[in-house]
Nanobody
Protein backbone atom coordinates (compact mmCIF):
# COMPACT_ATOMS: atom_id res chain seq x y z
CA UNK A 1 0.00 0.00 0.00
CA UNK A 2 1.21 3.49 -0.84
CA UNK A 3 0.77 6.78 0.92
CA UNK A 4 0.24 9.74 -1.37
CA UNK A 5 0.96 13.39 -0.73
CA UNK A 6 -0.02 16.17 -3.13
CA UNK A 7 1.69 19.53 -3.20
CA UNK A 8 2.00 22.57 -5.42
CA UNK A 9 -1.47 24.01 -5.17
CA UNK A 10 -2.12 27.67 -4.58
CA UNK A 11 -3.75 30.85 -5.81
CA UNK A 12 -3.08 31.89 -9.40
CA UNK A 13 -4.55 34.36 -11.85
CA UNK A 14 -6.38 33.24 -14.99
CA UNK A 15 -3.85 32.32 -17.66
CA UNK A 16 -1.26 31.37 -15.08
CA UNK A 17 0.46 28.07 -14.41
CA UNK A 18 0.98 25.67 -11.54
CA UNK A 19 2.73 22.33 -11.23
CA UNK A 20 1.25 19.77 -8.87
CA UNK A 21 3.31 16.94 -7.45
CA UNK A 22 2.10 13.60 -6.17
CA UNK A 23 4.73 11.91 -4.03
CA UNK A 24 4.29 8.24 -3.18
CA UNK A 25 5.81 6.48 -0.21
CA UNK A 26 5.42 3.02 1.23
CA UNK A 27 5.52 -0.44 -0.26
CA UNK A 28 4.39 -1.42 -3.71
CA UNK A 29 5.62 -4.40 -5.66
CA UNK A 30 5.43 -2.55 -8.93
CA UNK A 31 4.98 0.86 -10.40
CA UNK A 32 1.33 1.80 -10.50
CA UNK A 33 -0.96 3.78 -12.73
CA UNK A 34 -1.57 7.25 -11.30
CA UNK A 35 -4.43 9.61 -11.88
CA UNK A 36 -5.35 13.17 -11.01
CA UNK A 37 -8.91 14.03 -10.12
CA UNK A 38 -10.51 17.23 -8.90
CA UNK A 39 -13.56 18.29 -6.99
CA UNK A 40 -14.97 21.79 -7.04
CA UNK A 41 -17.37 23.04 -4.33
CA UNK A 42 -20.83 21.62 -4.85
CA UNK A 43 -19.72 19.39 -7.70
CA UNK A 44 -18.84 15.75 -8.07
CA UNK A 45 -15.28 14.56 -8.34
CA UNK A 46 -14.09 14.46 -11.95
CA UNK A 47 -11.24 12.89 -13.84
CA UNK A 48 -8.43 15.18 -14.94
CA UNK A 49 -5.53 13.08 -16.21
CA UNK A 50 -3.88 9.68 -15.81
CA UNK A 51 -0.59 8.08 -16.68
CA UNK A 52 0.28 4.41 -17.08
CA UNK A 53 2.91 2.74 -14.85
CA UNK A 54 5.53 2.99 -17.57
CA UNK A 55 4.45 6.46 -18.62
CA UNK A 56 3.76 5.39 -22.18
CA UNK A 57 0.04 6.10 -22.08
CA UNK A 58 -1.64 9.27 -20.93
CA UNK A 59 -5.30 10.18 -20.81
CA UNK A 60 -6.81 13.62 -20.32
CA UNK A 61 -10.25 15.02 -19.74
CA UNK A 62 -11.43 17.04 -22.71
CA UNK A 63 -11.64 20.14 -20.52
CA UNK A 64 -7.89 20.14 -19.85
CA UNK A 65 -6.51 18.63 -23.04
CA UNK A 66 -3.84 20.88 -24.53
CA UNK A 67 -3.44 22.85 -21.29
CA UNK A 68 -2.42 20.22 -18.74
CA UNK A 69 0.37 17.66 -18.99
CA UNK A 70 0.94 14.65 -16.77
CA UNK A 71 4.36 13.07 -16.34
CA UNK A 72 6.15 10.77 -13.93
CA UNK A 73 9.57 10.09 -12.48
CA UNK A 74 9.53 6.49 -11.29
CA UNK A 75 13.00 6.73 -9.80
CA UNK A 76 11.67 9.38 -7.40
CA UNK A 77 8.15 7.91 -7.06
CA UNK A 78 6.59 11.16 -8.21
CA UNK A 79 3.91 12.11 -10.68
CA UNK A 80 3.46 15.66 -11.88
CA UNK A 81 0.58 17.63 -13.30
CA UNK A 82 1.70 20.72 -15.18
CA UNK A 83 -1.25 23.08 -15.51
CA UNK A 84 -1.00 25.95 -17.97
CA UNK A 85 -3.50 28.54 -19.18
CA UNK A 86 -5.51 28.08 -16.02
CA UNK A 87 -9.15 29.10 -16.07
CA UNK A 88 -11.57 30.08 -13.34
CA UNK A 89 -13.31 26.75 -13.76
CA UNK A 90 -10.12 24.88 -12.88
CA UNK A 91 -10.60 25.93 -9.26
CA UNK A 92 -10.93 22.76 -7.18
CA UNK A 93 -9.23 20.46 -4.75
CA UNK A 94 -6.93 18.22 -6.77
CA UNK A 95 -6.32 14.63 -5.69
CA UNK A 96 -3.89 12.04 -6.93
CA UNK A 97 -4.69 8.37 -6.79
CA UNK A 98 -3.02 5.06 -7.64
CA UNK A 99 -4.41 1.91 -9.20
CA UNK A 100 -2.75 -1.40 -8.37
CA UNK A 101 -4.53 -3.55 -10.91
CA UNK A 102 -4.42 -3.51 -14.68
CA UNK A 103 -1.60 -3.70 -17.17
CA UNK A 104 1.51 -1.56 -17.33
CA UNK A 105 -0.09 0.32 -20.21
CA UNK A 106 -3.32 1.26 -18.43
CA UNK A 107 -4.18 4.85 -17.51
CA UNK A 108 -7.69 4.55 -16.05
CA UNK A 109 -10.23 7.35 -16.27
CA UNK A 110 -12.66 6.04 -13.69
CA UNK A 111 -12.20 6.86 -10.04
CA UNK A 112 -13.57 3.44 -9.10
CA UNK A 113 -10.48 1.84 -10.61
CA UNK A 114 -8.18 3.56 -8.14
CA UNK A 115 -7.27 2.10 -4.79
CA UNK A 116 -5.48 4.71 -2.73
CA UNK A 117 -5.97 8.48 -2.65
CA UNK A 118 -4.10 11.46 -1.32
CA UNK A 119 -5.55 14.21 0.87
CA UNK A 120 -5.69 16.75 -1.93
CA UNK A 121 -4.24 20.17 -2.67
CA UNK A 122 -6.29 23.30 -3.28
CA UNK A 123 -6.01 25.15 -6.58
CA UNK A 124 -7.72 28.51 -6.78
CA UNK A 125 -7.84 30.49 -10.01
CA UNK A 126 -9.00 34.02 -9.41
CA UNK A 127 -8.38 37.52 -10.67
Amino acid sequence: QLQLAESGGGLVQPGGSLRLTCAASGHSRSTVATGWFRQAPGKEREFVAAISPRGDKKNYADSVKGRFAISRNNAENKVYLQMNSLKLEDTAVYYCAVAYGGSVHDAPRKGSEYDDWGQGTQVAVSS
